[in-house]
């Protein structure tokens, strides 16, 4: 069992940063890809980012343009979603998610991750 608590969201103006963790507790040792969703008020929950947890492998949804960065610190048991040049369509909650398999490619949806944080609220105003 994999427990996951995200945290970092708050308020922050169009243009402006966040730094979003996600703390892993319980058998962490099981965790193999990582990942960052999010959903907004009426739509889908959507794919941000995932990295393996040998760190070599990334992905990102392609609308973010390279504006987010995730990593992964394992001796912490953490994985960090770093937003940048925010705007206001990525006001969402973001949600943390561990997969109990990996390798040959990356977990991209959602009905591959097994263990999901209870999510943190990101509002960027214009």
């Known amino acids: 069992q994999v427990q996951l608590v995200e945290s970092g969201g708050g308020l922050v103006q169009a243009g402006g940063s966040l730094r979003l963790s996600c703390a892993a507790s319980?058998?962490?040792?099981?965790?193999?890809?990582m990942a960052w969703f999010r959903q907004a008020p009426e739509k889908e929950r959507e794919f941000v980012a995932a990295?393996?947890?040998?760190?070599?492998?990334?992905d990102y949804a392609d609308s973010l343009a390279g504006r987010f960065t995730i990593d992964r610190d394992n001796a912490k048991n953490t994985v960090y979603l770093q937003m940048n040049s925010l705007k206001p369509e990525d006001t969402a909650v973001y949600y943390c998610?561990?997969?109990?398999?990996?390798?040959?490619?990356?977990?991209?949806?959602?009905?591959?991750?097994?263990?999901w944080g209870q999510g943190t609220q990101v509002t960027v105003s214009s």
């Open positions: 990295i393996s947890r040998s760190r070599i492998s990334t």
């Open positions: 319980g058998r962490t040792f099981s965790t193999k890809d």
């Open positions: 998610a561990a997969s109990s398999i990996g390798g040959l490619r990356l977990r991209k949806n959602i009905a591959e991750y097994d263990y």
